[in-house]
C-alpha cells in the first residue's frame, strides 16, 4: 500500500512523494498559484529557466546562474538591460507593451533601492 492509500485511509491528505517528483508537477502547481495576491510572482519580476548545463535564476534584478560543480553566480542587471536579458537568456518573446510594462516595474524598483541606500548612510 503506498503513502496515497495510507493517507486517505487515515483521513490525512498526505501526498505521495512519488506522485509529485516530476519537475513538470511543479510547473503546474508553480502556474496555479501565481496569480495569487501573495505569491511572489505577482509582487517580483521572476523567471528561471532549467538548462541541460546552466539553470537560471532571475528575481527583480539579480540573475543567479548555476553550474553543476561550481558556486552559484549573481549577476546583477541594470533596469534597461532586463528585456533583454529574457528575451536572449530566458527565451521569452515581450510585446512592445509588456516591455514597457516590465522597465517601468525595474525602475520603481531601482528607485527604491536607492531610497535604502540614502536610509543607511
Known amino acids: 500500500m503506498g503513502d496515497a ?3 486517505s485511509r487515515s ?11 516530476h519537475r513538470a508537477d511543479f ?11 501573495a505569491s511572489p510572482c505577482i509582487r517580483r519580476i521572476v523567471a528561471q529557466r532549467n538548462g541541460e548545463e546552466v539553470r537560471l535564476a532571475l528575481t527583480d534584478l539579480e ?9 552559484p553566480e549573481l549577476l546583477r542587471i541594470a533596469a534597461g538591460e532586463l528585456p533583454g536579458v529574457l528575451q536572449e537568456r530566458f527565451g521569452l518573446e515581450l510585446t512592445p507593451e509588456k516591455e514597457s510594462l516590465l522597465l517601468r516595474r525595474a525602475e520603481t524598483l531601482v528607485e527604491a533601492s536607492s531610497e535604502s541606500e540614502q536610509l543607511e548612510t
Do not use: M, Q
Open 5 to 7: 492509500d495510507a493517507g
Open 11 to 21: 483521513g490525512s491528505h498526505r501526498l505521495s512523494r512519488a506522485r509529485y517528483a
Open 27 to 37: 510547473g503546474e502547481y508553480n502556474y496555479l498559484v501565481s496569480p495569487h495576491p
Open 63 to 71: 540573475l543567479k546562474v548555476f553550474r553543476p560543480g561550481s558556486e
